[in-house]
Every structure is written in C-alpha cells, then in structure tokens.
C-alpha cells in the first residue's frame, strides 16, 4: 500500500489550503476499515499530531486545529482531506498523513504560509 499526499503550497496568512492523502491501490473495501492521523512538522522540532479520523467517524483536533481545519475523507475517491481555512504563519511545515492501524506514512507535503 503506498499513500500519495498533495496539495501542499504557497498560501497567504488568512487564505485555506486542502492536503490530501490517496490510497489508489487500495482496495475500496479496505479503504473503508482505515483511519487516519495528520501530524506536521517544522524543521528542527518534534512531529506534532493535527488532527485524527477514526474508521467509524470519531474526530479529533489538536488546539491549535479547532475551528480552523477540518479533518474528512472520501471512500469513492480512497482518499483522506485535511482543509486549512484561515492559515497563520504558524503553520507553515511539513504536513504528513498516517494510516490507521496500519502506521504507514505518507510522503510528506510542504505548506508555507506567507505573512
């Protein structure tokens, strides 16, 4: 199984941004049972989780995620979507996706958030 994310760019502080993170070669039966983990990271520290999406529908924000991103997934498409609406220069970094309970990693996208 490989995992493709995209989406990742240059976007303005206050503008939205959509990852997503593809399994083409899944089977859509199977793409069903995973969830997923988006975690991000800036160079020089630690991985930090964004947000999570279960299997059966359960969501989870990190803080800094509430109110601004949302976590979905589409299961005609295989695919999983974190939205980033009202970006800060904070977020800029490394956006990864995680399938779940596989812990298999997608290949990382970049967003940079200019001020």
């Known amino acids: 199984v490989q995992l493709q994310a995209s989406g990742g760019g240059l976007v303005q502080a206050g503008g939205s941004v959509r990852l997503s993170c593809a399994a083409p070669r899944m089977i859509t039966s199977v793409f069903w049972t995973k969830g997923v983990d988006w975690h991000r990271q800036v160079p020089g520290k630690q991985r930090e989780l964004v947000a999570q999406?279960?299997?059966?529908?359960?969501?989870t924000y990190a803080d800094f995620a509430k109110g601004r991103f949302t976590i979905s997934r589409d299961n005609s498409r295989k695919t999983f979507y974190l939205r980033m609406n009202n970006v800060e220069p904070e977020d800029t970094a490394v956006y990864y996706c995680k399938l779940k309970p596989d812990d298999l990693w997608g290949q990382g996208t970049l967003v940079t958030v200019s001020s």
């Open positions: 999406l279960t299997s059966d529908g359960s969501i």
